[in-house]
């Protein structure tokens, strides 16, 4: 049983990382781009396109997926190349959770998140997009050696060589997507001072009983906030922090 979870966690690391070498060759050959998401030609026509110039470095599985893909329309190149992108996620989150271990990626990708937040050189180096993609993701990786799932690093190393909005946000958002993918609704917490087991259960459970389903807390040490916590889920914002009531009272006193 144990070599089955295994195999699958392989199987999607293998079509999740495919799928990703294949959005990063699009990346950087334009005309193949724009040739493959043309919708005007035939599928077959697109599919031996990209099978004759990078088919020999993908599976039979990820060819298959990828024949797929090309069967649905989309609007632009970019799209095509993020639905790509999209696909090797789910695939990766797939095999992280038939193995049970999609809660740990999640958990990586939010520790990921804070590393990136305290340190703003490194933040600084991943943002230079002077700097080639292969040269960041070897910062990464040199950082998150032994340290991480192959799930996780593998999901880091994708944003980091093609960022969308920014490495964090990027990075926050894979986290989100980990939950949302295990069923679990996102809760930003930002506390004054690192919660404690009880604290953090207390609140999961509130939480829970609030929203109607299972929730994951993504943590943060804000010490600005003088005391308490703020919670964000979604566009709703719980705000009770000690800097917050000062506020509140600053604004009822005026």
Same mark, same amino acid.
């Given at each position: &049983?144990?070599?089955?979870?295994? /195999?699958?966690?392989?199987?999607?690391?293998?079509? $999740? =990382?495919?799928?990703?070498?294949?959005?990063?060759?699009?990346?950087?050959?334009?005309?193949?781009?724009?040739?493959? @998401? /043309?919708?005007?030609? +035939?599928?077959?026509?697109?599919?031996?396109?990209?099978?004759?110039? *990078?088919?020999?470095? #993908?599976?039979?599985?990820?060819?298959?997926?990828?024949?797929?893909?090309?069967?649905?329309?989309?609007?632009?190149?970019?799209? #095509?190349?993020?639905?790509?992108?999209?696909?090797?996620?789910?695939? #990766?989150?797939?095999?992280?959770?038939?193995? +049970?271990?999609?809660?740990?990626?999640?958990?990586?990708?939010?520790?990921?998140?804070? *590393?990136? $937040?305290?340190?703003?050189?490194?933040? &600084?180096?991943?943002?230079?997009?002077?700097?080639?993609?292969?040269?960041?993701?070897?910062?990464?990786?040199?950082?998150? !050696?032994?340290?991480?799932? @192959?799930?996780?690093?593998?999901? *880091?190393?994708?944003?980091?060589?093609?960022? %969308?909005?920014?490495?964090?946000?990027?990075?926050?958002?894979?986290?989100?997507?980990?939950?949302?993918? =295990?069923?679990?609704?996102?809760?930003?917490?930002? =506390?004054?001072?690192?919660?404690? /087991? %009880?604290?953090?259960?207390? #609140?999961?459970?509130?939480?829970?009983?609030? !929203?109607?389903?299972?929730? =994951?807390?993504? %943590?943060?040490?804000?010490?600005?906030?003088? +005391? +308490?916590?703020?919670?964000?889920?979604?566009?709703?914002? *719980?705000?009770?922090?000690?800097?917050?009531?000062?506020?509140?009272?600053?604004?009822?006193?005026?």
């Amino acid at each position: &049983m144990l070599a089955a979870s295994s /195999d699958k966690e392989a199987a999607g690391l293998r079509l $999740g =990382s495919e799928l990703f070498e294949l959005a990063e060759f699009l990346d950087g050959h334009r005309s193949l781009r724009v040739a493959v @998401a /043309d919708s005007d030609r +035939g599928v077959e026509e697109r599919f031996e396109l990209v099978r004759s110039l *990078i088919g020999g470095q #993908l599976s039979e599985e990820t060819l298959k997926v990828v024949r797929s893909a090309l069967e649905r329309a989309w609007s632009t190149p970019r799209e #095509l190349r993020e639905g790509i992108v999209a696909l090797g996620r789910r695939a #990766l989150f797939t095999g992280a959770k038939e193995q +049970g271990v999609l809660k740990t990626v999640e958990d990586q990708l939010v520790d990921f998140g804070e *590393i990136l $937040g305290r340190e703003p050189e490194l933040q &600084m180096a991943l943002s230079d997009r002077a700097q080639p993609a292969a040269k960041r993701r070897e910062l990464v990786a040199n950082l998150l !050696y032994g340290k991480a799932t @192959a799930v996780a690093e593998a999901l *880091i190393l994708q944003v980091v060589g093609r960022p %969308e909005r920014g490495t964090i946000d990027d990075v926050d958002a894979l986290a989100g997507a980990a939950a949302e993918f =295990s069923g679990r609704r996102v809760a930003k917490v930002a =506390s004054a001072a690192k919660l404690s /087991d %009880e604290q953090r259960e207390r #609140l999961a459970q509130s939480l829970k009983r609030l !929203y109607g389903q299972e929730v =994951s807390l993504h %943590e943060r040490v804000d010490e600005s906030l003088l +005391g +308490g916590a703020t919670v964000r889920v979604g566009d709703e914002l *719980i705000d009770g922090s000690l800097r917050g009531r000062i506020e509140r009272l600053k604004s009822r006193v005026a």
